[in-house]
């Protein structure tokens, strides 16, 4: 088998726009926990299921898929400060963020503009990514904004159709 250019598959991927999500929770001890996902994907209308794919790596994760629920907030184009303040393991993320609990209890981060509660359904590992599936049990969809996307490795807005 030949070597496999990792560089020019992330590359050549960051040409497919894809969604920007925090997907939140509160960890065992009661801490608010959250983490940047640019893979969100509706994977079933029945049951209704969504998915992403968190790295092995992530600490977060680990400690949200514990719980075995979850919210996904979908960010709106001008929330770029909390797309990167989530892309990265640290423990004061939540500090400065408005938010109130879910309809389950997980953060709900303000200017969010979709809102989808999920149980956790499966956690299965692929490569160096889970991918999580989560059964729908409240959705919302309370913003007007245009969305996020990650293209060409950068966040741009989601302009809708003319």
């Given amino acids: 088998m030949t070597e496999f250019d990792s560089q020019r598959f992330r590359q050549v991927l960051g040409q497919v726009p894809t969604s920007v999500v925090v997907v939140t929770g509160i960890d065992a001890d009661g801490v608010p926990q959250g983490i940047t996902i640019g893979?969100?994907?509706?994977?079933?209308?029945?049951?209704?299921?969504?998915?992403?794919?968190?790295?092995t790596s992530s600490r977060t994760w680990a400690?949200?898929?514990?719980?075995?629920?979850?919210?996904?907030?979908?960010?709106?184009?001008?929330?770029?400060?909390?797309?990167?303040?989530?892309?990265?393991?640290?423990?004061?993320?939540?500090?400065?963020?408005?938010w109130a609990?879910?309809?389950?209890?997980?953060?709900?981060l303000d200017g969010s503009i979709v809102v989808i509660d999920c149980d956790l359904e499966s956690n299965e590992v692929h490569g160096d990514h889970h991918f999580a599936v989560?059964?729908?049990?409240?959705?919302?969809?309370?913003?007007t904004e245009n969305a996020m996307a990650f293209y060409r490795g950068k966040v741009v807005p989601v302009l809708p159709a003319e």
């Fill in 39 to 55: 893979s969100f994907v509706s994977v079933s209308l029945d049951p209704p299921l969504v998915g992403f794919l968190p790295g």
């Fill in 63 to 98: 400690a949200l898929a514990s719980t075995k629920k979850f919210t996904v907030n979908v960010l709106a184009a001008n929330q770029g400060d909390v797309c990167w303040r989530f892309a990265k393991e640290a423990d004061d993320r939540f500090s400065g963020i408005d």
């Fill in 101 to 108: 609990p879910s309809e389950n209890g997980c953060p709900r």
């Fill in 134 to 143: 989560g059964r729908v049990t409240h959705l919302d969809a309370p913003g």
